[in-house]
């Protein structure tokens, strides 16, 4: 194991070595590191965090920026890129801090001294599929239809030669149907019924639970959480897992940026593996893990990971939430540049 002042250089470099892409492509810095999947911009680096662990404990943070002159006040805008994220796999959508026309998708997880491999492993896979998720957004059809435009120039985009900057998941080597019983769906349902008010049952294929919005037993509004196992094409098999909240008026794209900004916060608990997105005007943080990227403890660590979300939310989602949201955005609740 490395010194406690190196161990962030260490996961830098264990996730560069799982990118699949030439050393020389990539430029390193302190606890980080800069690469140009598909010729978009993809940052990645660790934050040592000070809180309560028995371990030194890190966060792994990755973000890939890829549209540009997002204007918030165009409706055709904000609906072809709400529509596209559900077909993303794991990357959340952000603003960029200090241009916020400017959007991109982030990624962060926990890690602490003891689980440098398991994680930096993980965090490489997830770095290339939010490459891949990027790459598909940047040239949208009806995105780049509605005003918005990739972060580069299209000429420098290269998403049809992708495969060598972030190489397809490979097939698992054991089938999923006979490996659908290892995942330990019953002991996590266990797990979230441990917490207040949490009602989870166990199914073969997943997990179903609620979650009380507020801890009232006359409160009839739920926190809802699925995890199960479903097929979505190029990737195939893998674990889809979402959460949905309680609205009291039809989310926005929005509420969803915000939500995905508060989670990679330094303050957050969180894991932000997946993201907000808003479907048939509800907001839900959904995720895909290929089945390759399955196993006992990845199942467990996104379990509780939504188990801690949910009461995070509790916590948050009235101050971070607003209960309409303002028909004229520009300049209020999110800063949008105009168009030049």
């Known amino acids: 194991m490395a010194a406690r002042g190196s161990i962030g250089e260490e996961i ?28 978009l911009t993809q940052h990645i680096w660790t934050e040592e965090v000070s809180r309560e662990a028995p371990l030194p404990t890190w966060r792994v943070q990755v973000r890939t920026w890829c549209l540009k002159r997002v204007v918030a006040s165009s409706n055709e805008m904000i609906a072809a890129i709400g529509a596209e994220l559900p ?48 790459l598909r957004l940047a040239q949208a059809r009806p995105v780049v239809d509605s005003g918005a435009a990739p972060d580069v120039s299209n000429s420098q985009l290269a998403i049809d030669g992708m495969a060598a900057p972030v190489p397809h998941v490979p097939e698992p080597e054991v089938p999923v149907s006979g490996s659908i019983e290892a995942l330990p769906f019953l002991e ?44 979505r094409e190029p990737l195939g098999a893998g674990l889809w897992i979402s959460m ?28 932000l593996v997946g993201g907000w997105l808003v479907r048939n005007q509800t907001l839900m943080h959904e995720s895909f893990i290929p089945w390759a990227l399955c196993s006992g403890p990845l199942v467990r660590h996104l379990a509780e990971s939504a188990a801690r979300r949910a009461n995070w939310l509790r916590q948050i989602g009235p101050s971070v939430l607003p209960g309409e949201w303002p028909e004229e955005i520009r300049g209020r609740v999110l800063p949008f540049r105009r168009m030049p």
């Open 12 to 39: 830098i470099g264990r996730v560069a070595g799982g990118l699949g892409c030439n050393p020389n492509q990539i430029t390193f810095w302190r606890h980080g590191l800069t690469w140009y999947p598909g010729g």
């Open 87 to 134: 077909l993303n796999s794991i990357g959340a959508l952000i603003r960029k801090p200090g241009s916020p026309s400017r959007l991109g998708l982030g990624a962060s997880m926990w890690l602490s001294a003891d689980r440098v491999d398991w994680t930096s492993r993980l965090m490489a896979s997830v770095a290339r599929l939010q490459a891949t998720d990027a």
């Open 188 to 231: 996590m349902a266990d797990v979230m019924r441990a917490h207040d008010g949490v009602r989870a049952i166990a199914t073969h294929g997943g997990i179903t639970a609620s979650v009380p919005w507020v801890l009232d037993a006359e409160s009839e509004d739920f926190i809802l959480l699925e995890m199960r196992v479903a097929t």
């Open 244 to 271: 949905s909240l309680p609205m009291w008026t039809p989310a926005h794209l929005m509420h969803a940026l915000t939500l995905n900004e508060a989670e990679l916060a330094t303050s957050s608990p969180t894991d």
